[in-house]
């Protein structure tokens, strides 16, 4: 069991980034408490395409890029590596990371009406730059990212540290579970 | 007892009595236990005797305390002071507060010279004058003063009164049919200090009365010609009611559908104005340490002058480096009724490139249905509601989603702030765009928000921490707010 479960973080590392180190992609499966649904043994791990958003450098925008995720059965797992690919680096020039440097997800869970509730870590509202443009980009980015790659997830909380709060950095309402706000794609 | 008893034994007891009291020496003042005085945060010991087996209290001091000048007259001594006048006399128990008669325990007395008087002066004449409550507890010798309880305070506007009602708990309120001119509500689960009017009274609202009983209280409003409806909103976050009673020039709130303050007029002469951020709250910062808080700051104070020299009354939010919520910016505004939100904001991104103002209106877009619902029980139980008079129902009010009703006259304004923002040398046209922004939901009128430039780009930061820039800025707002203005009114058909 150990043997799989190293053997699929080495998997996670090479889906999430393109053989990226694994260090990019802070909740790979196989992270305590959550272990993947394998089929073979000497196999890969099957795989899923996903929808990441990300913005661009001009900040005009979120843009979808695909990606890729282990096709673990765990809904909250899921969206787990989506989160996780979302704090890496950005897939290609010219899109930023939507996410301040550091952030880290402490918890994840879905409940039955599909409301994913996300806390972040406090790097989250610490360390951010602030300003409309990055607020709707950080929240459309987590929001559109997990209800467009997970299926099972309708709408998103954001949480900071395991607290509601009321906005990241002053701007956009936090109040209640979000949809993606398609506005907030770049034209 | 015993003296009753002995005024029945006939008049010869009772003369003798009487002549006894008469030739016994008059008991001299003993110096017992100072009483205490607590009122405001400050106490003092007051020096006290007894005379008579009566506690009493140096005058001079105890008015040194209150703050009131003493003056003697013979035996006439007065105290006066902002709040009012109490004339007091040596040798009688009565005493004037501001003309109205209190009768103490005893009679005001002099020891070596100076006036003493009764203990209960303390605790009944005095609060008269500040309009206070005080308890006296002679055990422990304590004074202490409170401020009066009052359960409603009134505030009267051109087509409304509004009635606060503090509560210590969110009561289940309930409306007993109208009769006449008379309208009463029971809030059921508080018991609040009774009053009787209290407020000034116009022909809206002619008088009110606030009754505890057994467990809950009962409010009687009487209305008058001018009153048309009676809106109810509990606002669960600040433990209180308003009672809006509307005049027939007021807008009715609209059953069965999710109602919002809004001004009335059609007039168009106020601003207020939010300087992003403050305080505690830097905002975002540039590369080169200036912050937004700072920017927005400026930006706003300029934009005041500028409009109150068109004419337009301009209110800030903040006028310093102030922490302030968004709930309450907002509040400001719809407080003071204001024509137009406008709250000014520098923008950021993680990285360099961005650049140029962007403008935006309420989006509503993010939340979906099911959001909402939650939404209106989460506010059920935590926000506001509001009961309107319609068919006697509650009815559930999201005051939070005020801005519903102006997203169109809001992107209006979104548009022309934009365009004349695309007019500034040096600016990029990054368009009115939406989001769901919480400082703009709970406006009562058009509102926007304006991000005058990136302060994540080296250039808009330099640019953002000149005087000119702010200028030009404030003024290119400023024009948009006249545009608006001019639509408005022609609109209106106002000149």
Redesign the interface.
Known sequence: MRRIGVLLLACASLACDGGKPASQSPLAPGAPGETPVAGDDMSPAPRLAVTLLWPTAGATGLVPRGAEIFATSSPVDRAKQVLGLLLGPPPERGLVAPLPEGTRVEVVFIDASGTATVSFSREMVDKAPGGSAWEIAAVNAVVGSLTRSVPKIKRVRILVSGQQVDTLTGHLDLRQPLILDERSLAP | MAARGGLKRGPLAAALVTAACLLLPKPSPARVADYVVERGGRSVELPTRTIGRRDMVDLEEAARFFGLKLTRDRKRLELVGDPGRITLTVGRAAVLVDGETVVLQGEVDLDDGRPFVPVDFLSRAVPRLFDETARLDARARVVTFEQTVRAATCEEFDDRVRVTIAVPSMPRTSEVEPKGHERRLVLDGVELPAQEGGCTFGDILTDLTVEPLKGRTQLTFFVGDRFSALRVLEVETEKKIVFDFLSETAPAPAPQEAEAPSRPSDGFDLVVIDA??GGD?R???GAKGLE?KTVTLAIAQELARKLRDRGIEAILTRSSDATLG?VDRTEIANRARADLFISI???????Q??FGA?T?FL?L????A???T??AFESDATGLRSTGQGGGNLELVLWDMAQQQYLEESSHLAEAVQKELNVLAGTRD?GV???????L?GAAMPAV?V?VG???NPSEEKAMGTAEFRQASADAIARAVLAFQARRQMRSGAP
């Open positions: 992003g951020h709250d905002g975002a910062v937004e968004l904001h520098a923008n950021a991104s993680p990285v490139p961005a962007e935006y989006s877009e993010a939340t979906d099911q959001s909402r939650l939404a990054r765009k939406q989001a769901n922004f919480l400082v939901r928000l991000e990136f302060l994540s």
